[in-house]
């Protein structure tokens, strides 16, 4: 992804009076050429409360990737009319068409909250070069001398008449916490419920609304390094914001991206780059994100297709139970993505995932596009009601509720009372996360023999997922560190009882056991660990080939 420079003019027009809430104001665009289509539109409207009558099903064609001649048959002028006849856009038609085949409008504004495009509904633009022509001055950069883009951020110009279709325009939303009802008349708002199968299409208006009841619960992970310097500090002020709202943050600096044997358990909040295809610890069998998380990996192709579980970053991500994402259908260049810091700024003082979206876009006719559910509000619900009551969260993840709140009671100086919420979070919210956070701070306050043993018994009785695979080994760490190198040998015996684990985690925990274990004087296991460290080399480089 390289980084360009540009500039540009926009239309505008007046803005439409609001309905009276927002599910009302939600227009659903479904494919009645493809059944599944229809159906998430119809789960979505049940969920949210959302009329029938908002759904719009059109024939068009069930490929992902069409032209621009298809496009305006069978998308853009249907919908557009539709929306004009049922008065969603505020229009008067004309016995005019543009060079592209639409129709010319006298637009005088619209009342769409929110276009959802459902599963079924084509994804990208093919560049047709019959229709290119000159824009300047965004096509005097030959990064912009393309028609090829999102379908969904074309349709985000759909009360707009005869707009250029090469090149970009520019997004009068960006950056504007309270944007004027002329910048608001200019855009509509779009996200798309989509994934590799309609099933995980339909479920993420279900995630959404589960997370919502109890709040965004989890951990947060932000990669940095990347090949250009905005796109890192986009994601150090990320992490910042993110550290600001008191969630556990690991933050990875270095020159790949996050490695298998990193800590991704509870991945509420994912931000990262820059590689084509997901990797890492997501790619760890058993996978899934917990209810209402937002991931976002950096990539110029990483919404490319959606119907793959492993190709690109959107579809995997949703096909492993994220709630929320955005991503590039093609080469969008870094200055136009979705910024990540503005995307974590609207979300977290309460907008919505469509508006926190277009808040963060710089460009519209383009190639971004936004997966979930438009009126998700992950902070919706605050800390203080969040532990109010731990036993009406779900059991797993109850212990990051209060590890944020402990967090935030260390952050404002109240080290005292965040190691007795953590002690109190393990009575009624026993976790081993919890356990480390806890006893880390016992351990800082002079308290080791207590810290190490809450670690060993919230180790021993936690359950072996992926989630809790790396917690396991900072778990065994913690005990060694803490002269319990017995106690962390049988935490590295019961971590390594889980054969799903991939060669590239087991063999540097192997290794880093088998030191213990020539800590405890126990040469025998070490001796043991060693063998199976060369096998596992061995294993790699037969894998490798001549």
């Known amino acids: 992804m390289r980084a360009v420079v540009a500039a540009g003019s926009l239309l505008a027009f007046s803005h439409a009076a609001p309905g009276s809430g927002l599910p009302d104001r939600v227009v659903l665009l479904a494919n009645s050429d493809a059944p599944d289509s229809v159906a998430i539109a119809r789960h979505y409207a049940q969920v949210r409360g959302v009329p029938a009558s908002n759904i719009i099903a059109l024939a068009m064609p069930v490929a992902e990737t069409i032209t621009w001649r298809e ?24 016995d005019l068409f543009d060079e592209v085949g639409r129709r010319k409008y006298a ?4 009342r769409i909250a929110a276009l959802v495009v459902c599963r079924g509904v084509p994804l990208r633009i093919a560049h047709e070069p019959a229709l290119y ?32 279709i ?3 325009l520019p997004n009068p939303l960006y950056g504007v916490e309270h944007p004027s009802d002329y910048a608001l008349s200019q855009v509509v708002k779009v996200s798309r419920l989509d994934g590799p199968a309609a099933q995980e299409a339909m479920h993420l208006v279900d995630l959404a609304v589960q997370a919502e009841r109890h709040g965004l619960l989890g951990r947060a992970y932000v990669d940095i390094a990347g090949p250009h310097e905005n796109a890192d500090r986009w ?27 990193a800590r991704i358990d509870a991945p509420a909040l994912y931000f990262g780059w820059y590689t084509p295809d997901l990797n890492g610890p997501f790619r760890l069998p058993g996978f899934q994100f917990p209810p209402g998380a937002i991931a976002v990996h950096i990539h110029s192709f990483s919404a490319h297709t959606l119907r793959s579980a492993t190709e690109g970053w959107c579809g995997p991500l949703v096909a492993r139970g994220v709630t929320a994402t955005v991503g590039n259908v093609f080469e969008p260049y870094l ?14 003082r309460g907008d919505n995932l469509v508006d926190a979206a277009y808040y963060a876009l710089p460009l519209l006719s383009w190639q971004s596009i936004v997966i979930g559910d438009p ?8 800390v203080p009601e969040q532990t109010k009551d731990l036993s009406a969260l779900p059991e797993a993840l109850a212990g990051y509720a209060v590890l944020r709140r402990m967090n935030l009671l260390e952050a404002s100086g109240k080290q005292g009372e965040a190691i007795e919420a953590g002690r109190a979070g393990m009575k009624s919210a026993p976790s081993l996360a919890l356990a480390l956070g806890l006893a880390r701070r016992l351990s800082a306050a002079g308290n080791s023999e207590q810290a190490s043993w809450i670690v060993r018994g919230a180790a021993e009785s936690a359950d072996m997922t992926p989630w809790n695979w790396e917690l396991l080994r900072e778990a065994a760490v913690f005990l060694a560190n803490h002269q319990k190198a017995a106690e962390a040998i049988d935490l590295y015996r019961k971590l390594f009882e889980a054969d799903q684990i991939p060669e590239e985690a087991r063999s540097p925990w192997l290794a880093e056991a088998r030191e213990v274990a020539l800590q405890a004087g126990d040469t025998a296991l070490a001796a043991q660990w060693k063998m199976e460290i060369d096998q596992g080399v ?9």
């Open 71 to 94: 496009f305006v048959a069978t998308v853009w002028q249907p919908l557009e009319d539709e929306l004009v006849k049922r008065g969603w856009i505020d229009a008067i038609a004309m």
């Open 107 to 110: 637009v005088s504004g619209h």
């Open 133 to 164: 022509r000159e824009l300047g001055p965004l096509t005097s950069h030959p990064e912009f001398r393309t028609n090829q883009g999102a379908v969904d951020s074309e349709l985000s110009l759909l009360a707009r008449t005869d707009y250029p």
């Open 166 to 168: 090469n090149a970009g």
């Open 235 to 261: 994601l150090e002020a990320t992490a910042s914001r993110i550290a600001a709202l008191g969630f556990d943050l690991s933050v990875s600096r270095g020159s790949a991206t996050v490695s298998a044997s």
């Open 335 to 348: 200055e136009y993505v979705h910024r990540p810091d503005l995307l974590m700024e609207a979300l977290s």
């Open 375 to 382: 009126l998700y509000r992950p902070f919706a619900v605050s």
């Open 538 to 546: 061995e294993k790699g480089l037969a894998s490798k080939g001549p």
